[in-house]
């Protein structure tokens, strides 16, 4: 059974950062990308960074230069170093495959709010 629990979400004001990490089964752990999504209200999910299990990685242009996508393989688990956040980086934060395919299972998330 796929399991993804992320955590490391709360407030934050502006410009500051957070560490957001995902256990993952290691069942897909070890052989697929994973990636950080988001989904912020009445907005789409989409993908801001995603890594291969090698360590090489691929970020939005919105998160480029301020988030940083890391894994461990030894802990089946996906981070997300997220610097000079904003507050349209207010959303909830999910881990999962990259591409997640359609029907893919997800966790609960973790919620993001960038306010003063």
């Known amino acids: 059974q796929v399991q993804l629990v992320e955590s490391g979400g709360g407030l934050v004001q502006p410009g500051g950062s957070r560490r957001l990490s995902c256990a993952a089964s290691?069942?897909?752990?070890?052989?697929?990308?994973m990636g950080w999504y988001r989904q912020a209200p009445e907005k789409q999910r989409e993908l801001l960074a995603h890594?291969?299990?090698?360590?090489?990685?691929h970020y939005a242009d919105s998160v480029k230069g301020r988030f940083t996508i890391s894994r461990d393989n030894a802990k089946n688990t996906v981070y997300l170093q997220m610097n000079s956040l904003k507050p349209e980086d207010t959303a909830v934060y999910y881990c999962n495959t990259a591409p997640a395919p359609h029907g893919s299972y997800w966790g609960r998330g973790t919620q993001v709010t960038v306010s003063s």
């Open positions: 290691g069942s897909i752990f070890r052989i697929y990308a």
């Open positions: 890594i291969f299990p090698g360590g090489v990685t």
